[in-house]
């Protein structure tokens, strides 16, 4: 079974900022919390991930709770590409492990 | 360019024949996996393998069959004993080993259709 828990669909305006969480409360100090989209018939794609401190890349920032048990992934401001389903999963850092995705959080970016 | 070849992109199948998926990466990683996707759905996983010649059973592997002869190379077979087979599947990699938490790269799928 999935160790995250998401909502089903979200939906917001182009150009503003979207907030998608993730519970996981009962993640162990050693995964780290991943983050992946999947576009429409395509495999999904690498987003973000972390461990305790926030994070920020190109594509998104990733806060984290201070005791982990929980994550928002932070899109400053979306665009109508930035429509897709949306996967929060955990990874163990000793190693390779059973990856399990939820159902993760369908967003609709309105224009 | 390095990445994750998966082929065919669509098969079609008669009910009661076996199927390979093909799923290649040049990336040099050492853990691959095979997840199914069904219309609306999250990804569910079949089997995954850490190493060469290693494989284990995901949440539903029955009527599935893998094999992981080179690190290269994760084919999946769809067995007749699958009874729903018709799904999008796709294929992913990702380096491990002791403390590299590497991405997860995926191949652009495989769409199986049952006739």
């Known amino acids: 079974d999935a160790k995250t828990t998401q909502p089903n669909s979200m939906e917001s305006n182009e150009e503003e900022p979207v907030h998608l969480p993730c519970n996981h409360s009962t993640i162990s100090g050693t995964d780290y919390i991943h983050w992946y989209r999947q576009l429409p018939s395509q495999g999904p794609e690498y987003v973000i991930h972390?461990?305790?401190s926030n994070v920020n890349n190109r594509m998104a920032s990733l806060a984290i709770a201070e005791d982990r048990k929980s994550s928002t992934l932070i899109l400053h401001r979306a665009t109508l590409r930035d429509a897709a389903v949306y996967y929060c999963i955990l990874r163990d850092r000793q190693g390779a492990q059973k990856l399990v995705f939820g159902q993760g959080t369908r967003l609709t970016i309105n224009p | 360019d390095g990445g994750i070849t998966q082929s065919p992109k669509y098969l079609f199948r008669k009910e009661g024949q076996n199927v390979t998926l093909s799923c290649e990466q040049n990336?040099?990683?050492?853990?691959m996996y095979w997840y199914r996707q069904d219309p609306g759905q999250g990804l569910r996983l079949i089997y995954y393998?850490?190493?060469?010649?290693?494989?284990q059973k995901g949440d539903i592997a029955e009527g599935y069959s893998v094999s992981r002869e080179k690190k290269e190379s994760f084919p999946l077979t769809v067995t007749s004993a699958q009874k729903n087979p018709t799904a999008f599947y796709l294929c992913?990699?990702?380096?491990?080993?002791?403390?590299?938490?590497?991405?997860?790269?995926f191949g652009e799928g495989s769409r199986l259709t049952v006739l």
């Open positions: 992913a990699s990702t380096p491990e080993g002791q403390g590299r938490i590497g991405e997860l790269f």
């Open positions: 972390g461990l305790t």
């Open positions: 990336l040099n990683h050492d853990a």
């Open positions: 393998s850490q190493i060469v010649n290693d494989f």
